[in-house]
């Protein structure tokens, strides 16, 4: 059974205070691993899709990368508006569209 | 350019009753998929249609059950409902053959008194 683990499960950081958010991972073949952002009551918003071990993505002060059992989101000198929920999920390498499977996500809270 | 579009936002129900929520997904996808999640928790996949059919289909009872028509929008409706069912629910559309990921709507909260 395909499995997402993501620690901690809540994480306070200081404005500029730089971390890493983490998910383990098993899947029986992995055809993507996929970080979205979702802001309390809203949907969850893509950021990054990694699709094999040591793959790297940037956008702004988030970086993602990718092993063959976890993928870390680091956040680099952080902002009151990355507070939010950080999903991790990861879809199987499978004939059709096969759904994710999510973890339960990382509550990250930036004080100014 | 759209995105996902999902109907109502909010309601509340009693337990027992019957609910209907909806979605039109991002233009150029053909398929829909629906998840659960609850307060605290990460999405759950219900179920995904595309061609009109339910094409798979997660751990949940068969009160949950679903539609989608010809212009690709679906529906999610969900019989007897139970106090447990109070939740965000969640539409996702993609394309058929996948690899991308999922973009989301904004959700329907479902409270269930």
């Known amino acids: 059974e395909d499995q997402v683990t993501q620690s901690p499960e809540a994480l306070r950081l200081q404005e500029g205070e730089s971390s890493s958010l983490n998910c383990s991972y098993t899947v029986s073949g992995l055809r993507g691993l996929f970080w979205y952002r979702q802001d309390p009551g809203k949907g969850p918003e893509f950021l990054f899709t990694l699709y094999s071990a040591g793959e790297e993505k940037e956008k702004e002060r988030l970086k993602a990368t990718l092993t063959k059992k976890e993928s870390f989101l680091h956040i680099t000198a952080p902002k009151p508006e990355d507070s939010a929920t950080y999903l991790c999920?990861?879809?199987?390498?499978?004939?059709?569209?096969?759904?994710?499977?999510f973890g339960k996500g990382t509550r990250l809270s930036v004080i100014a | 350019d759209a995105g996902v579009t999902q109907s109502p936002t909010h309601l509340i129900k009693t337990r027992g009753q019957q609910v209907t929520l909806r979605c039109s997904p991002k233009s150029g996808h053909d398929t829909v998929s629906w998840y659960q999640q609850a307060l605290g928790q990460g999405p759950q996949f219900i179920f995904q249609?595309?061609?009109?059919?339910?094409?798979q289909r997660g751990n949940f009872p068969d009160r949950f059950s679903g539609h989608q028509f010809p212009n690709y929008s679906s529906e999610l409706n969900v019989n007897a409902l139970l106090l447990g069912d109070s939740a965000l629910y969640l539409c996702?559309?993609?394309?058929?053959?996948?690899?991308?990921?999922?973009?989301f709507g904004s959700g329907t909260r479902l409270t269930v008194v």
């Open positions: 249609y595309y061609e009109e059919e339910e094409r």
């Open positions: 996702a559309s993609s394309p058929r053959w996948g690899g991308y990921g999922y973009t």
């Open positions: 999920a990861v879809q199987a390498l499978n004939s059709g569209n096969t759904p994710l499977v």
